[in-house]
């Protein structure tokens, strides 16, 4: 059960990690010197996306980081597929230019 849920976690990860702007690749793999840049980047991480509007935060964070679908978001804010998708692609170019 631990290995599942770490398992599942590291996939959620790494697909939030997918659309973050990193100058350095090494800090996504699993080399000793970008696992102790993690809790920093961690930080910086949930700052950035504090301050991406609540909206698409939500959205990002159920695309991304929970692995909904955009339909499966869009029934749960009640509100279109295309909505979501808008506000996937502009808390994405928000996170960016907040993180980079």
């Known amino acids: ?24 690749r090494r800090k996504v793999t699993g080399d000793k010197e970008g696992q102790e840049q993690r809790p920093a980047e961690g930080l910086a991480i949930q700052d950035a996306l504090s301050h ?13 980081v929970e692995g ?4 499966e978001i869009a029934e ?5 597929e295309e909505a979501v998708r808008k506000r996937v692609a502009r808390g994405k170019q928000a996170f960016r230019k907040l993180y980079g």
């Open 1 to 24: 059960m631990v290995a599942t849920n770490n398992a599942w976690q590291r996939r959620r990860w790494n697909r939030l990690l997918s659309f973050i702007p990193f100058d350095d």
């Open 52 to 64: 991406v509007p609540s909206e698409q935060r939500t959205c990002l964070v159920l695309r991304f």
């Open 68 to 71: 909904f679908k955009y339909g």
């Open 76 to 80: 749960t804010l009640g509100t279109s």
